[in-house]
T-cell receptor, first 111, second 114 residues
């Protein structure tokens, strides 16, 4: 059974701070890792992908991957109230077919 | 920016009825998926579709469910004899390459079985 685990939160940060979201996964053969943002009642929206160990930066977002520890994280710099949403970690396995999602971390950015 | 389009946005149906959820994937995408999300729960994989056939399906995707790509643009999910526990958001997704760049999800269909 492939598992993707996230702290459900809520994670509350003040506006302008760094938000740090974490995810662990059970399938060591996982190859591709994604972060999605989901507003209440809406569909998941892809914000970051990462495939190799290390950091990947895109604007205010940085994804970090450590395959040895089976750990992936997302940093959001200069957090804005509009970043308030649930952040979903998702993993694609070796077969490269389906996404397995974590339960999401609810982020609240307070003005 | 290209979008995955889903219709209807909300469907209410009586228990035991059949429903068809419709999706128009992005035109040059080759891989198509259905996921569902029961309120307050994880997004769950249902089925993947490539080259006009199912490539993988989950335990949820039993004989009650079927998918079809009846023409070059539409991708449908049929749920026969709906049950109360089928109430969920159903998301269609598509991508160009398998597992390469992440899916584009449609806006979803909220299915309510009463």
């Amino acid at each position: 059974q492939k598992e993707v685990e996230q702290n459900s939160g809520p994670l509350s940060v003040p506006e302008g701070a760094i938000a740090s979201l974490n995810c662990t996964y059970s399938d060591r053969g996982s190859q591709s890792f994604f972060w999605y943002r989901q507003y209440s009642g809406k569909s998941p929206e892809l914000i970051m992908s990462i495939y190799s160990n290390g950091d990947k930066e895109d604007g205010r977002f940085t994804a970090q991957l450590n395959k040895a520890s089976q750990y992936v994280s997302l940093l959001i710099r200069d957090s804005q109230p509009s970043d308030s949403a649930t952040y979903l970690c998702a993993v694609v396995d070796n077969a490269g077919n389906m996404l397995t999602f974590g339960g999401g971390t609810r982020l609240m950015v307070k003005p | 920016e290209p979008e995955v389009t889903q219709t209807p946005s909300h469907q209410v149906t009586q228990m035991g009825q059949e429903v068809i959820l419709r999706c128009v994937p992005i035109s040059n995408h080759l891989y198509f998926y259905w996921y569902r999300q029961i309120l307050g729960q994880k997004v769950e994989f249902l089925v993947s579709f490539y080259n006009n056939e199912i490539s993988e399906k989950s335990e949820i995707f039993d004989d009650q469910f079927s998918v079809e790509r009846p023409d070059g643009s539409n991708f449908t999910l049929k749920i026969r004899s709906t049950k109360l526990e089928d109430s969920a958001m159903y998301f269609c997704a598509s991508e160009w390459g398998q597992g390469e760049a992440g899916y584009t999800f449609g806006s979803g269909t909220r299915l309510t079985v009463v």
